[in-house]
C-alpha cells in the first residue's frame, strides 16, 4: 500500500513479502556522495518477524526477493547494496533485533562483526535512519535514533570495495522491502529524503518526501 502520507511493505501477516521502489533511477559515478534519511516503523503482537531493509540495485522497479529471513531483498538478481533492520533470527543468523549493511555479493543470514550492530527496540515506535556515503572513505554509516535528531557518532558503518558506480552500477534504484514468515509484523515508511553529490561537481539533487519521490 503506498500513499502520500506512508508506505506499507507488508501488513500484519505471516508469509508476505513486499517492495516499494523509487520510479526514476538515480545515475550516479564513483565521486558520487549519498545521504538518505527516513522515518519507519516496524509494529506487531508478540514475536516479531522478520524485518525490512533500504535498497539500491542496478534492476528494476519490479524486483523482489524472498519472503520471511530473506527480507524482500535477497534474491534480487543483480548487484544490490542494502541495509537492513532484522527482528527475528533463526539460530543459525546473527541474532536479532540488529541493523546490517550487505554489500553486494555478501551472504545473507550471517554478519561479521564489522558489518552489523544490535539495536533495541526495533518494533513498536517510530525510527529515523539516516544513512550516508563518501566516496572518498568509500565509508557507508548508518545513524539510528528514536527521536528526528542525528546521533554525532553513527550506530555502524563499513568501508565499501570501491564507489557506487563500480560497485553496483551507473543507473540505481533505490527503495525499501520487508518479509514476514511464521511470524509477522506490519513494516511501515512514513518518510523519506534522498539528496546526492557527484563529487567534485557543484552539481547536486535533492528529493523529498513520498508522494514527490513517485514510489511504485
Known sequence: VIDSSHIVLTPNAQDQVGSAWVTTPLTVNDDSAFSVSFKFRISGSGVNGDGMAFVMHDGDT???????????YNGIVGNLLAVEFDTFSFDDETPAPHVAIQPPGSVLGTHPLERFAAYTPLVDTDLFAWIDFDPVTKKLSVFL??????PPVPLLYYTLASG???????????GFTAGTGIFDSRHEVLDFSITTVPLPAAAWLLLSGLAGLGFV
Open 62 to 72: 519490479d524486483a523482489l526477493g524472498g519472503n520471511g529471513s530473506d527480507l524482500g
Open 145 to 150: 535514533d528514536d527521536v528526528n535528531v542525528k
Open 164 to 174: 557506487l558506480e563500480t560497485l553496483i552500477g551507473p543507473e540505481i534504484i533505490f
